[in-house]
């Protein structure tokens, strides 16, 4: 992506993020306050999961963000909030096996260009038994409706920053060696938000 595209990507999203309805923020809140010890996020963005993490139960917060434009937003909120933020992508973790207790990643993983490669990167660095917290819009269960993502799938892609609108991340995540313990359904309210069911999921990994 170019800096400008970069910017411009990150001023939108910021102002997006800025605007979620406290249903989502909710939902952010129950995820990443499962986080204890070591945690890693992936594609921090803006930091909208910062203040919502269990800083007594987090004892190292690393932020995985590989955007200048999102890395200087968050910069000051990480600093203040003692997290590290580190410019690297999810499908190379500058982190060593079996360290890290628990790694998130809300809107994130239908957009990286390499899924597996991003799972297997979690597996690697989690400990047995560690925690892969999700929030992602994922492939619809129903099969018209996975359809009409798929047909969505090359124009999205081009317009909004690489997001697939029909990955099945779950099951990917289930390939990776990960146990779904559990799952809900997130309601989104944006226009156009029918087409990208979200999901709020604990996977343990194996
Ligand atoms: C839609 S934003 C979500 C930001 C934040 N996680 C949130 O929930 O608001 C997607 C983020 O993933 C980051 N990203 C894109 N490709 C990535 C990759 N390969 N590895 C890690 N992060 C990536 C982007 O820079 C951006 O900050």
Do not use: K
Request: hydrophobic letters at 45%; glycine letters at 8%; aromatic letters at 4%.
């Amino acid at each position: 992506m170019t800096r400008l595209g970069d910017r411009l990507f990150t001023a939108g999203y910021a102002r997006l993020v800025h605007g979620e309805s406290d249903v989502m923020r909710g939902w952010r809140r129950w995820l990443v306050g499962r986080a204890r010890g070591v945690v890693v996020e992936l594609g921090a963005g803006t930091g909208a999961n910062l203040p919502l993490y269990d800083r007594d139960a987090v004892e190292r917060l690393v932020l995985v963000e590989p955007s200048p434009a999102m890395r200087r937003r968050l910069a000051g909120p990480a600093a203040d909030a003692g997290a590290e933020v580190v410019d690297a992508t999810a499908e190379r973790l500058p982190l060593a096996d079996g360290t890290v207790d628990a790694l998130a990643a809300t809107l994130v993983l239908c957009s990286v260009p390499d899924l597996d490669r991003a799972l297997a990167e979690a597996h690697r660095v989690l400990r047995p038994g560690g925690l892969l917290l999700l929030l992602e819009h994922v492939r619809a269960a129903d099969p018209a409706h996975a359809r009409r993502q798929d047909r969505l799938d090359p124009a999205w892609r081009r317009i909004a920053q690489g997001c697939h609108p029909n990955r099945d991340t779950l099951a990917h995540a289930a390939a990776a060696g990960f146990a779904i313990v559990e799952h809900h359904p997130v309601p989104v309210t944006m226009p156009g938000a029918s087409l990208f069911p979200h999901v709020a999921a604990v996977a343990e990994r194996r």
